[in-house]
């Protein structure tokens, strides 16, 4: 961003701009040059924010495709287990690593949510900073009723970005806890459906309710 150096559009006038034309042409030009800039700063910062909504609308999207394919994976293991069957059966074993595979996507995509947070709230300075040079340029003389009006055009698009930026990372906020909470949950119900598969039936494993992390038996793999 630009409209910050000392001296530049606020060095005050070393002569009344009616005994010399150019002086006030050039505050002018240097107020105009001085929006152009903070112009492109916005659209740069909205372009950022309408990429950076996509990327949670896509990375929420395939987190729900994650977990729809887990949560059918593990009933079909638990229908089988239900109404009994072989020890480490290769069919559930299979699908048990598959449920597997899906909860490790999920947790990467959960990864890929707190970098895109780090991001939006680094956007939000970026922001605040704009606002504060938008209406700083307000002071620069040099001015006509044209450069203020695109000012306060700026300004009010600053401030819609602003609001954008804080509901978007008010919904990263709520997604990261909700993919969070199913995750610690789901990675203890994947524990006891690994101990069901070994033993061919439904089954909680001994001190099931102490388990917080991954599954800590495996079902036998296929060789």
């Known amino acids: 961003m630009s ?6 559009p606020f060095a005050p006038s070393v002569s009344p701009p009616s005994s010399n034309p150019a002086i006030s042409q050039t505050g002018t030009q240097t107020v105009r040059q001085r929006i152009q800039q903070l112009r492109s700063d916005q659209a740069a910062l909205a372009n950022g924010i309408s990429q950076q909504q996509a990327q949670l609308n896509a990375t929420r999207s395939q987190l729900s495709s994650d977990q729809a394919a887990y949560s059918g994976l593990t009933n079909g293991i638990t229908s ?10 290769p069919d559930l074993v299979n699908q048990w690593n598959a449920a597997q595979a899906k909860l490790d996507a999920m947790t990467l995509g959960v990864g ?29 003389g040099g001015a006509v009723d044209e450069d203020h009006r695109n000012l306060r055009a700026i300004e009010g698009e600053t401030t819609r970005s602003m609001q954008q930026i804080d509901r978007l990372i008010a919904d990263l906020n709520g997604q990261i806890s909700t993919e969070n909470g199913f995750l610690t949950r789901e990675r203890t119900n994947l524990a006891a459906l690994s101990y069901g598969v070994n033993l ?24």
Do not use: D, H, I, K
């Open 112 to 140: 890929q949510l707190n970098s895109l947070a780090s991001q939006v709230t680094t956007q939000a300075s970026v922001a605040g900073y704009l606002l504060e040079n938008v209406r700083a340029t307000f002071a620069v």
């Open 200 to 223: 061919g039936r439904l089954g909680n494993p001994p001190g099931a309710t102490r388990m917080t992390g991954g599954p800590t038996r495996r079902p036998v793999p296929l060789q």
């Open 80 to 89: 089988r287990l239900q109404t009994g069957t072989t020890p480490g059966n």
């Open 3 to 8: 409209g910050c150096n000392e001296g530049g």
